[in-house]
C-alpha cells in the first residue's frame, strides 16, 4: 500500500484480514493516527509508516497490535509524544520515529516498551530528556539521539539500560 494517497485509516478496513503479519504504508497521505485503527490486523508485527504527514497519534490507534515488534514513524510531522501512545504495543523491539519535528515528550511515553532494542529518535528538536524516560527498558541496545537539540544529560537517565551498547 505504499506510495498511494491514503489520507486516514478506519478499524473497518482491516476486518477480517488476520493473516497480514506486515503492513508498508510508506508515502501515503496519513495525518493522524485515529484510536482504534489497526483492530482488525491482530497477528501484525510489522508497521512502517514512514514518509506520511502524521501529525498526531490518537490514544489507543495502536490497540490490537499484540505481536507489534517493528514500528517505523520516520519522516513524519509529530511534534510530541504523549503518555499511553505506545502502551498497547508492549512487544516493541525495534522503534523508529526519526525525521520529525518532536520537541517534547511525556517522561513515561517508552519506558513500558520494556522488550525494545533498538529506539531511533534522531533528527528532532528534542531539547531534553525528562527523568526517567529510559527506565524499565532493560533490553534496549542501541539508542539514537544525534542531530537534536539536546543541551545536557541529567545522572541516572540510563540507570536500568545494562545492555546499551551504541549511544
Known amino acids: 500500500m505504499q506510495y498511494n494517497k491514503l489520507t486516514k485509516?478506519?478499524?473497518?478496513?482491516?476486518?477480517?484480514?488476520?493473516?497480514?503479519?506486515?503492513?508498508?504504508l510508506h508515502n501515503n497521505r496519513l495525518k493522524i493516527l485515529q484510536a482504534h485503527s489497526f483492530e482488525g490486523l491482530p497477528n501484525l508485527k510489522m508497521l512502517d509508516l514512514t514518509g506520511n504527514h502524521i501529525r498526531d497519534i490518537e490514544p489507543q490507534a495502536l490497540n490490537g497490535l499484540p505481536y507489534l515488534t517493528y514500528l517505523s514513524l520516520d519522516?513524519?510531522?509529530?511534534?510530541e509524544l504523549k503518555a499511553g501512545t505506545f502502551d498497547?504495543?508492549?512487544?516493541l523491539r525495534n522503534l523508529y520515529i526519526?525525521?520529525?519535528?518532536?520537541?517534547?515528550?511525556?517522561?513515561d511515553v517508552v519506558n513500558v516498551l520494556s522488550q525494545l532494542q533498538n529506539f531511533r529518535l534522531s533528527e528532532n528538536k528534542i531539547?531534553?530528556?525528562?527523568?526517567?524516560?529510559?527506565?524499565?527498558?532493560?533490553?534496549?541496545?542501541?539508542?539514537?539521539?544525534?542531530?537534536n537539540k539536546i543541551t545536557e544529560l541529567k545522572g541516572g537517565h540510563?540507570?536500568?539500560?545494562?545492555?546499551?551498547?551504541?549511544l
Request: positive net charge.
Open 9 to 24: 485509516l478506519k478499524s473497518e478496513y482491516f476486518n477480517n484480514a488476520p493473516s497480514i503479519k506486515s503492513f508498508d
Open 158 to 166: 540510563f540507570k536500568d539500560n545494562s545492555k546499551l551498547g551504541q
Open 88 to 91: 498497547p504495543a508492549v512487544r
Open 98 to 107: 526519526t525525521q520529525n519535528q518532536i520537541e517534547s515528550m511525556d517522561h
Open 127 to 147: 531539547q531534553r530528556l525528562p527523568a526517567g524516560i529510559f527506565k524499565g527498558m532493560m533490553n534496549l541496545e542501541t539508542l539514537d539521539i544525534r542531530k
Open 75 to 79: 519522516d513524519n510531522q509529530l511534534t
